[in-house]
Nanobody, 120 residues
Framework: QVQLVESGGGLVQAGGSLRLSCAAS?????MGWFRQAPGKEREFVAT????????AYADSVKGRFTISRDNVKNTVFLQMNSLKSEDTAVYYC????????????????WGQGTQVTVSS
């Protein structure tokens, strides 16, 4: 059974930075970060392959966010820089076998989410 626990959310001013962490139990899986703002659907943010050699980002965060992983600690990170008010959302990490995906429905394992609030 895969369990995912996110941490690192909080309140930050626009232009600031936060780093989210997602600690995983079980196998080394492909991981993704998604977010959901109030009244909106969950959207893809970033994904990383099990080895960490392949990553992909949503256009809205490209150049500002970086996904990485430490497979010794079985933890995935999302470094968020130059935050904007529109980045405010609950951020979720998700896991699936073999390769990453931009589609939330393809991830069977999810964390509980962590709130990120960016004040303007």
């Amino acid at each position: 059974q895969v369990q995912l626990v996110e941490s690192g959310g909080g309140l930050v001013q626009a232009g600031g930075s936060l780093r989210l962490s997602c600690a995983a139990s079980g196998s080394t899986l492909a991981m993704g970060w998604f977010r959901q703002a109030p009244g909106k659907e969950r959207e893809f943010v970033a994904t990383i392959s099990p080895s960490g050699g392949n990553t992909a980002y949503a256009d809205s965060v490209k150049g500002r966010f970086t996904i990485s992983r430490d497979n010794v600690k079985n933890t995935v990170f999302l470094q968020m820089n130059s935050l904007k008010s529109e980045d405010t959302a609950v951020y979720y990490c998700a896991a699936r076998y073999y390769i990453g995906s931009v589609y939330s429905k393809e991830y069977p394992y999810w964390g509980q989410g962590t709130q990120v609030t960016v004040s303007s």
